[in-house]
């Protein structure tokens, strides 16, 4: 069975070839256009999904060495995202579907993430704990044994990888801001900056960073008015460091509260070597498994959205899922983003 995937939920055009032995090929283009813009303009991004959809496409078919032909079935993600963007996307896989005769199967694109830990560690097994950070979404997962999503906790404003982006705007650091505050971190200290951590409530597995951005701004605000030098690094350090702690503090927690003894950390934000080394660290003295998928994986991209797609398809095939000719509209929201009974 071999799936073609798509991905185009945000400012990457993606597409993957994916069958049982695995990753058959796996191509991004991450778009340069919102660059001057400190942040993804929709329209933009929309405009260049449809630019490159196709380039990226045969591209994918062209090193899995498989032609439409060879495609069993072809899944997009359809939720959740920037609504025009989905769009492209999901249109285009519906139309090269129905053009080959083939199934078209919407993909959810945080559940994507959850199946993408699963393309860096083959022994990875529910039921285990999913930490999806990403400049969208920051949540917490309990897989279960048939691959079903419990929603444990979400952040209740800012998403990690999205306070990374606005922290480095606030440093004139430019766009994506994680990768760069990752650097500059390194070369600080951690312990410089007293950067709150929002643990809410003492049983709460929610997040909320809008907190320690705002502790930053004034940060920056009261260094400025006692013209006190300004360290960058250490900023970064401190910034990174406190959302750091607060992820993998209650990623464990949610571990050892439901008794599980992995966790599965993804999402592009997984990407960050910190949170990497931090996670790894704590959760192996507390004798927990940690499965971090090769960085590639952890940011938006069509492998997750293939494999996820293959699972999707095997699961109707057995009786086991929705129709697949039922939610091919796509949508910016998704409704793993509300609580249980909202």
């Avoid at 340069?32 to 959809?53: C, M, N, T, W």
């Avoid at 519906?94 to 199934?103: D, E, M, T």
């Amino acid at each position: 069975m071999i799936v073609l995937g798509i991905e185009t939920s945000c400012d990457e055009t993606a597409a993957a070839v994916v069958d049982q032995g695995g990753v058959r090929s796996n191509v991004i283009h991450s778009q340069q256009v919102h660059r001057p813009f400190g942040g993804v303009v929709p329209e933009l991004a929309s405009r260049d999904h449809l630019s490159k959809i196709v380039q990226v496409t045969r591209q994918a078919l062209e090193e899995a060495k498989a032609g439409l032909g060879d495609i069993g079935a072809v899944a997009a993600a359809s939720s959740p995202g920037l609504a025009g963007a989905l769009l492209v996307g999901n249109s285009f896989g519906q139309g090269l579907a129905l053009s080959i005769g083939k199934p078209f199967v919407p993909v959810n694109h945080i559940e994507a993430h959850v199946h993408g830990a699963m393309l860096g560690d083959g022994s990875l097994k529910p039921p285990f704990v999913a930490l999806v950070v990403s400049g969208g979404h920051t949540s917490l997962f309990h897989v279960g044994n048939d691959l079903s999503l419990s929603l444990m906790g979400r952040t209740l404003d800012d998403a990690a990888g999205e306070a990374f982006d606005k922290v480095a705007k606030m440093l004139g650091l430019g766009y994506p801001g994680g990768p760069a505050i990752s650097r500059l971190a390194a070369e600080g200290n951690p312990a410089a900056i007293a950067f709150p951590r929002a643990w809410l409530a003492p049983e709460s597995l929610d997040f909320s960073f809008s907190g320690l951005k705002t502790a930053v701004a004034s940060h920056l605000r009261q260094e400025t008015a006692a013209n006190r030098e300004i360290s960058v690094p250490d900023i970064c350090a401190s910034f990174q460091e406190a959302v750091v702690e607060v992820l993998v503090s209650k990623a464990l927690t949610a571990a050892e509260r439901f008794g599980l003894k992995t966790v599965a950390l993804t999402g592009g934000v997984a990407a960050n070597p910190r949170l990497r080394q931090e996670l790894d660290r704590r959760a192996t003295a507390a004798g927990i498994k940690v499965c971090m998928p090769a960085p590639e994986f952890c940011t938006d991209n069509a492998a997750m959205i293939a494999l996820a797609g293959w699972f999707r398809y095997q699961g109707e095939a057995a009786g086991q899922a929705p129709g697949l000719d039922l939610e091919l509209d796509a949508y910016s929201r998704s409704g793993y983003l509300r609580p249980a009974g909202a």
